[in-house]
């Protein structure tokens, strides 16, 4: 299938990541202009999706190298394992969370969505996690939750302008993903299994919006209409 991302400018935000720069070499195989940004990159631009300042440096950077902005891809937030589990219920730690994550997505996607509107045309990708749907790690469940929660109202708020607002939720993510499924978990995918949906979502072809995606089998065990 051509996806017919050829030429399509894709700024991917969180690109040195284990996800981001698995999505970086696909878009790029697939024949995409990608503007890989991190913090600290080499490579790329420089944005602090944390800072209002620097994130609207960076899209007036990327328009005024290219001229367009097809699709945003938001895979930049702490890894999980950062989080400490003796304060998953801290207020501290879980706010601090959902600015790392969910405002952090919230914050870039806000600033590329006039440009976008615009031009009548763009997709938005934030990565987000399946125990948005699961207890027993507070912190990590409600920053994932959140990011789905401000991307479905972003989706509707854009409904018939030809711009998607969508989110993938992959359980844990492993370069070699386990096969078999546990009770109560999530199945596991690799960054490349990862990268192969959200360059789908960010095809003109998709016609998807509004929704949150597991990668891997879904939560086993557990149903949600």
């Known amino acids: ?53 620097s994130v609207s440096a960076g899209i007036d950077r990327v328009l005024a190298d290219h001229g367009r902005l097809d699709g945003l891809v938001v895979a930049a937030a702490p890894a999980a394992q950062t989080l400490d589990p003796e304060r998953q219920a801290d207020p501290a730690q879980v706010i601090g969370a959902i600015d790392a994550k969910a405002m952090t997505f919230l914050r870039v996607a806000n600033a590329v969505l006039p440009t976008m509107t615009e031009a009548g045309f763009g997709r938005i990708v934030g990565v987000s996690g399946q125990n948005a749907l699961l207890t027993g790690n507070l912190t990590g469940s409600v920053r994932n939750a959140a990011l ?62 509004g929704e949150a995606i597991a990668v891997g089998h879904r939560v086993r065990g557990m149903t949600s209409l």
Do not use: W, Y
């Open 1 to 53: 299938m051509d996806l017919q991302l050829r030429d399509r400018v894709i700024l991917v935000v969180g690109a040195t990541g284990l996800i981001g720069s698995a999505v970086v070499d696909l878009l790029r195989a697939e024949g995409a202009t990608v503007v890989p940004a991190s913090r600290h990159i080499e490579d790329g631009l420089t944005l602090d999706a944390a800072d209002d300042a």
């Open 148 to 209: 789905i929660i401000a991307a479905k109202n972003l989706a509707d708020a854009c409904a018939g302008t030809g711009v998607a607002v969508t989110t993938v939720n992959p359980g844990t993510v492993d370069v070699e993903p386990a096969t078999e499924v546990a009770p109560g978990r999530g199945g596991e995918s690799s960054p490349a299994q990862i990268a192969d949906l959200i360059a789908f979502l960010l095809s003109p072809r998709s016609a998807v919006s």
